[in-house]
């Protein structure tokens, strides 16, 4: 499977079902509190709901109410102009520089527009990427909140969604599929991949990664935090994430809009 099938297999993750009963339930959080910026709990630039999905806040009761005597296009662009003011308060609240741990090997590759940002650096004669989506992993939590869990505002980070490579020159691609959380960096995949072999879906990957020995898991995480990919690294990248997520969200928001009024 070459990295931009699995890239857009990881884009598709996202269920459209759950990542709009995710937004309704962060409409009724918000609209619970006040109109004053909502305080951030986890990170810059979002607070969690209790549903403690994603970054972003709606506010249907306190969005104009329609009217009979409002067109649907003018009511549509009524409702997003009250999400945008929610969320460019939310940030001008939290405004802080992100700034990268000590010691940062990577290079960081963020084009606006772009749902993934990259981790690039060299090391030794190998390339390492790794390519980060805001397409935050909300399925577990989701469960928790239906079997009745409550959750900490506070401390709650959804999955980060992660794409390792290791590439050497004219060789083959060691790719792993990676969910980054709170607790630990978890592979759930990984592939050796042949650069100039044409891509057929017959190809034997390997085994699960969860299939493999515990001594081989185990000497693989080592393989992976020796070339940076490594815990540690997880605050500062949710927060990145985050607010990358909020920026991307509200130039969404104004396309939208310029879309509707046109």
Request: aromatic content about 8%; charged content about 30%.
């Amino acid at each position: 499977m070459s990295s931009a099938s699995l890239a857009a297999r990881l884009l598709r993750r996202a269920a459209s079902s759950s990542r709009a009963s995710t937004l309704s339930r962060r409409c009724a959080h918000s609209s619970a509190t006040s109109r004053a910026p909502v305080s951030l709990a986890r990170f810059h630039p979002a607070a969690a709901s209790p549903s403690g999905t994603t970054a972003r806040r709606f506010l249907s009761s306190q969005s104009p109410a329609s009217s009979s005597k409002i067109s649907p296009d003018e009511n549509l662009r009524r409702v997003i102009d009250s999400e945008i003011e929610c969320v460019v308060e939310s940030e001008e609240g939290s405004a802080q520089q992100i700034d990268p741990p000590e010691d940062f090997p990577f290079e960081i590759i963020d084009n606006p527009g772009d749902q993934s940002i990259v981790l690039k650096r060299e090391l030794a004669g190998e390339t390492i990427k790794a390519t980060v989506y805001t397409n935050f992993d909300t399925e577990e939590d989701l469960n928790n909140e239906d079997s009745g869990a409550e959750n900490d505002d506070d401390s709650f980070k959804p999955a980060l969604q992660m794409v390792v490579t290791v590439e050497k020159p004219g060789g083959s691609i060691l790719e792993f599929e990676c969910n980054f959380n709170d607790d630990e960096l978890a592979i759930e995949n990984m592939r050796l991949l042949n650069r100039d072999a044409k891509f057929t879906e017959n190809a034997y990957e390997g085994p699960q990664f969860s299939d493999l020995d515990e001594s081989l898991q185990k000497s693989f995480h080592r393989y992976l935090e020796v070339r940076g990919i490594k815990h540690s690294l997880h605050d500062w990248l949710h927060e990145y994430m985050m607010s990358k997520d909020e920026k991307e969200y509200v130039v969404w928001l104004k396309n939208m809009r310029e879309f509707i009024e046109k």
